[in-house]
């Protein structure tokens, strides 16, 4: 699996962003994936899963209403769509391709990484 993490740039509050991972390998359809964000001197935290079907998916609190995650299986891409963005949005975001089939909030349930992609939103 190899995760690369695309989309992230420098908008105002209120603007859009729309990331995408692909997996350049096409494995870990099967597998949950997630967005997860980290800031500097701040652990990273999840921002949004799913499941390997796209079944089931989970946001942070502070997402939930603003960013929609999604996939396509067969083209072994995952997005997430950043709407009305804030500046505490501000963060280098990173996707995962979870162990099991199923997302998970905790990022030790993620084998494989992408590279990071950062957003800044300006007020």
């Known amino acids: 699996v190899q995760l690369q993490a695309s989309g992230g740039g420098l908008v105002q509050a209120g603007d859009s962003l729309r990331l995408s991972c692909a997996n350049s390998?096409?494995?870990?359809?099967?597998?949950?994936m997630a967005w997860f964000r980290q800031t500097p001197g701040k652990e990273r935290e999840f921002v949004a899963g799913?499941?390997?079907?796209?079944?089931?998916?989970g946001y942070a609190d502070s997402v939930k209403g603003r960013f929609t995650i999604s996939r396509d299986r067969a083209k072994s891409t995952l997005t997430l769509q950043m709407n009305n963005l804030k500046p505490e949005d501000t963060a280098l975001y990173y996707c995962?391709?979870?162990?099991?089939?199923?997302?998970?909030?905790?990022?030790?349930?993620?084998?494989?990484w992408g590279q990071g992609t950062l957003v800044t939103v300006s007020s």
């Open positions: 799913i499941n390997w079907n796209g079944g089931g998916a």
């Open positions: 390998r096409r494995t870990a359809s099967n597998n949950g």
């Open positions: 995962a391709a979870a162990r099991s089939s199923v997302y998970s909030v905790r990022q030790t349930e993620y084998s494989y």
